[in-house]
Structure formats: structure tokens, C-alpha cells
């Protein structure tokens, strides 16, 4: 059973649905990849997999509890951490006081936290006392990865965490991607660059108007013939 599974989830925005029948799934340690063109309803089932979408038909479960009732707060003190695309920071606020704000629910000393977090994204360290409205958007997209981390998630949504970074940057935050995983932590992410985001997955799932269209491993959806001539640019 997968750690975290999205199963058979048909939903949208009033009355139309977006998603129908999706099913999307990660087990501990892994990282799932959403890839699809633009409208194929993937940021849509992310959030519905993290409760900010009702869903009509299909389910949620964590670690074999159904959660499809819970609320996006509930989710994360079940064990689950969501970077939204935009709007990830508190730009006023420096880069320690954003991981802070990320340890909201904590009441424990997440100092350890913390360093492990300025231990993974270095930068950050330096620029800690610095307001992360001033930071690169790579830097950013560091603040926000490591202010979700700041709860201890056991699941990492990611929503297009290379959108609009360097391909230098992107290959670093996915290196840290990487790094997150071997932690033990579940990564779920929505990303533009799908070529290279499959050649970091253990799965990936292509959706198509809300629905699985490809679902296999990373290096299989790559190597597909029709994969790479719809999806991947030959």
C-alpha cells in the first residue's frame, strides 16, 4: 500500500469537474512526479489530494487512514507539507523568521529542525537576517521548501518548485529534492520541466483533461516512444 494515494479522485470548482478518476500515489522515501500539459488539471489534483478541493467521487488516505474529510490544516499535523507556485513567502519577513512561521504547529524546540534545514540550502544560512522579499527566486523557492520542512512532514507537495529558476537552479533544487527524499520523506510534485523531473522519479504519472493518461517509473514514462513525442518534445 502507498504511503500516500489519491485514489480514484474526480473533482473541480463548482459545478464542473476537472479531475476524473485520478489516482495519484507516493510510498515513503520516493518521489512522484505530475507531468502533463498545460490544463491537464495537475496543480488541481495536487490540491485536492492536500484537501483544498472537494471531491465528489474517490479518496485520500496517509499511511492507511482515510483523510479525505480533513482540512489542509489537519493534513499538516497528520504529516503533510504543501509549496504552493506563488505566494510561497512572507516577503516582510527575513528567511529565519519564514522558517519560524513554518514551525507554527511545533511545540517542541525545532531548533535541530532548523539546522538541518540551513545544513541542506547553505544559502540561507548566510542570509538568514536578510528579508526573503530580497532573495533571488531560486533563493525563495529554498525559503519556501525549507519553511515546509520546519514542520517535520512525512509528505513534501511540491507545486512547480523550478517555475520560472535558471536551469542551473533547477538542477539544484532538484539535487536537494533528492537530498529530502533520502530522508525518508515522500515527495509529491507538479513540475513544468518534465523531462528532467522524470529522470529524478521513482514514479511518474502523465495526466490528460483530469485523467491518468501514463502512469510507470520515471525511467520508463522516458524512455516511451509516445511519451516523448506527446509530452517530453520528442
Not at 36 to 50: L, Y
Not at 114 to 132: C, D, H, N, S
Not at 144 to 165: F, I, Q, S, Y
Amino acid at each position: 500500500m502507498s504511503f500516500l494515494i489519491g485514489e480514484n479522485m474526480t473533482g473541480g470548482y463548482g459545478a464542473a469537474d476537472i479531475l476524473h478518476d485520478c489516482t495519484l500515489a507516493v510510498d515513503l522515501g520516493q518521489i512522484a512526479v505530475i507531468v502533463g500539459p498545460n490544463g491537464a488539471g495537475k496543480s488541481t489534483a495536487m490540491k485536492a489530494v492536500f484537501g483544498m478541493l472537494n471531491l465528489r467521487g474517490g479518496q485520500v488516505r496517509l499511511d492507511g487512514q482515510n483523510i479525505t474529510t480533513l482540512s489542509p490544516q489537519d493534513r499538516v499535523a497528520k504529516g503533510m507539507g504543501f509549496v504552493p507556485q506563488t505566494n510561497n513567502i512572507f516577503t516582510s519577513l527575513t528567511v529565519e523568521e519564514n522558517l519560524e512561521m513554518g514551525a507554527f504547529i511545533r511545540r517542541d524546540d525545532f531548533s535541530s529542525t532548523m539546522e538541518q534545514v540551513y545544513e541542506l540550502f547553505p544559502i540561507l544560512r548566510e542570509k538568514r537576517r536578510q528579508p526573503a522579499g530580497e532573495l533571488s527566486g531560486g533563493q525563495r523557492q529554498q525559503v519556501a521548501v525549507g519553511r515546509a520542512l520546519m514542520t517535520k512532514p512525512k509528505v513534501l507537495m511540491l507545486d512547480e518548485p523550478t517555475a520560472g529558476v535558471s536551469p542551473i537552479v533547477m538542477d539544484e533544487l532538484f539535487d536537494r529534492i533528492i537530498e529530502v527524499a533520502r530522508t525518508g520523506i515522500s515527495i509529491l510534485m507538479v513540475e513544468q520541466n518534465a523531462r528532467q523531473a522524470l529522470e529524478i522519479a521513482d514514479k511518474g504519472y502523465v495526466l490528460v483533461q483530469g485523467r491518468n493518461r501514463f502512469t510507470d517509473t520515471g525511467q520508463a514514462l522516458l524512455a516511451d516512444p509516445e511519451v516523448r513525442r506527446s509530452f517530453l518534445g520528442g
